[in-house]
């Protein structure tokens, strides 16, 4: 089992114990013993992502996504990466195109979400664990062949529009209560 992503789920189970069952599940895949890191296992494995906050704090940079056709947080497979904060922060900087980005170590938001079967790819279960990445000075992003487009979003905006994907709207509302 690796023991930083069990201390890191122990420390967000503590700061969200109203997420215990969600947090269980995570724990369970990390304890099989099938490599959960990889993305061949399709009985379900661990993505990386970020929410990925300029310099004020106040905005976050979406994807929207080419394959699902949703407004969503950068992020990816771990591809065998077992320290997640750097597989969100490799995401982050493929996908955004920016430099000088700072990854935290503590899980800021996780999320279990069916993914539809794509191509040959058949339906399968996403275990994200979502870090906070702080931009540098330049946030002049560049849009990823894995995005039809990229746009900053004010966080108390998508806090409040009930159009926003759940799971962004929670991690909006997680975020402002940070502050």
């Keep these: ?27 369970e895949l990390l ?29 976050v940079l979406l994807t929207h996504h ?3 056709g949703l407004w969503l947080q950068l992020g990816g497979h771990a591809d065998g990466q077992r ?11 493929e996908e955004s195109g920016l430099a000088g980005l700072r990854v935290s170590d503590a899980i800021f938001d996780l999320d279990r979400h069916w993914i539809p079967e794509h ?5 399968h279960w996403h275990y994200d664990v979502r870090y906070v990445v702080h931009a540098g000075e330049d946030e002049a992003y ?5 995005s039809l487009d990229l746009a900053w979003r004010r966080i108390n905006e998508l806090a409040a529009d ?9 991690m909006a509302g997680k975020w402002l209560a940070r502050c």
């Design 1 to 27: 089992m690796d023991a930083a992503l069990q201390a890191a789920l122990e420390g967000y189970a503590g700061r969200w114990p109203e997420e215990a069952a969600t947090v269980a599940l995570f724990r």
């Design 31 to 59: 304890a099989d013993a099938e490599d959960p890191f990889r993305r061949e296992r399709l009985a379900g494995h661990f993505t990386a992502s970020c929410w990925l906050v300029d310099r004020s704090g106040t905005r």
């Design 66 to 68: 080419r394959k699902l």
């Design 83 to 93: 320290e997640l904060p750097l597989a969100a922060l490799r995401e982050a900087e």
């Design 119 to 123: 191509k040959s790819v058949p339906a």
């Design 142 to 146: 560049t849009i990823s062949e894995e």
């Design 162 to 170: 009930p159009a926003t994907d759940a799971s962004v709207r929670r």
